[in-house]
C-alpha cells in the first residue's frame, strides 16, 4: 500500500522560473492538503483540494501560487516566477473521505537559485 | 497569541526517562489534535491523536487532552536515542479541514 507519493524530491530553480511540484494521494484518499516550511519555521496550510474542487485556499499567497487535483492524475501545486523567498520544503497530505488523519509525503524541497 | 503554542526546546531527557511535551492552543472550538514527530530532513510522521478529554495511550506514548484549559500534551515513557526529533502538535479547528500546527518542540534523547 503505497503512502502519499511527491515528486520530485528535489527541485532547483532560478529566479523567475516555474516550478511544478505533484502529489499522489494514498489509494483510497480523496482529500489533498498542501503544507509549506519554511526553513527554521513551523508547517503552514496553504490549500486543501478534492477532486476538482478547491476547497480552502486560505494559506495560499495570493499571486504565483495555484493548486488543483484533476479528475484523473497527481494534484499540483505550481509556483510562478519563483522568488528566493519561496525556497522551502512542501508537503503534501492525504486523508480519506470522511475521516480528517492527515498522512503526509516525503516532501519536494525547492531550491531557488 | 499563537494559534498553537508549544515550546521549542531542545528538551534533553535521559535514556530510559519520560518525555513530557506541552501544547496550548486558543480555539475553544478546536476539535481534533494530533501529534506528528518530524526527524531533520524528513517528512511529518504521525505519533497519535485524540479528541476527547483525557488520555490515549499507544505503546510508549500517550497523549492527554484538556479542552477546558486548552491544552493537549504527549508523554514519551522509556525514551530512547531514536526518539531524538522534533514533535509538532497540530489541532483541527470545527469549522474546515486544515491543520494548524504548532512550532515543535526539539526533544534530545541522551544515551
Known amino acids: 500500500n503505497a503512502g502519499v507519493m511527491q515528486n520530485p524530491r528535489h527541485l532547483v530553480r532560478r529566479r523567475g522560473q516555474e516550478a511544478r511540484l505533484r502529489c499522489s494521494p494514498m489509494?483510497?484518499?480523496?482529500?489533498v492538503y498542501w503544507y509549506r516550511q519554511l526553513p527554521e519555521e513551523g508547517l503552514k496550510f496553504m490549500v486543501y483540494l478534492q477532486k476538482e474542487n478547491i476547497i480552502d485556499e486560505s494559506g495560499m499567497p495570493k499571486e504565483r501560487f495555484s493548486a488543483e487535483f484533476p479528475k484523473e492524475g497527481p494534484s499540483i501545486l505550481r509556483i510562478q516566477q519563483v522568488v528566493r523567498g519561496d525556497s522551502a520544503a512542501y508537503f503534501c497530505?492525504?486523508?480519506?473521505?470522511?475521516?480528517?488523519?492527515?498522512?503526509f509525503g516525503a516532501g519536494t524541497r525547492l531550491s531557488v537559485l | 497569541q499563537k494559534e498553537v503554542e508549544q515550546n521549542s526546546g531542545p528538551l534533553s531527557v535521559p535514556e530510559g526517562a519520560i518525555a513530557s511535551l506541552n501544547c496550548t492552543y486558543s480555539?475553544?472550538?478546536?476539535?481534533?489534535f494530533f501529534w506528528y514527530r518530524q526527524y531533520s530532513g524528513k517528512s511529518p510522521e504521525l505519533i497519535m491523536f485524540i479528541y476527547s478529554n483525557g488520555d490515549k495511550e499507544d505503546g510508549r506514548f500517550t497523549a492527554q487532552l484538556n479542552k477546558a484549559s486548552q491544552y493537549v500534551s504527549l508523554l514519551i515513557r522509556d525514551s530512547q536515542p531514536s526518539d531524538s526529533a522534533t514533535y509538532l502538535c497540530?489541532?483541527?479547528?470545527?469549522?474546515?479541514?486544515?491543520?494548524?500546527f504548532g512550532g515543535g518542540t526539539r526533544v534530545l534523547v541522551k544515551p
Open positions: 497540530a489541532v483541527r479547528k470545527a469549522a474546515g479541514n486544515k491543520l494548524t
Open positions: 480555539d475553544r472550538g478546536s476539535q481534533s
Open positions: 497530505a492525504s486523508s480519506p473521505l470522511g475521516e480528517n488523519i492527515q498522512y
Open positions: 489509494k483510497g484518499h480523496s482529500h
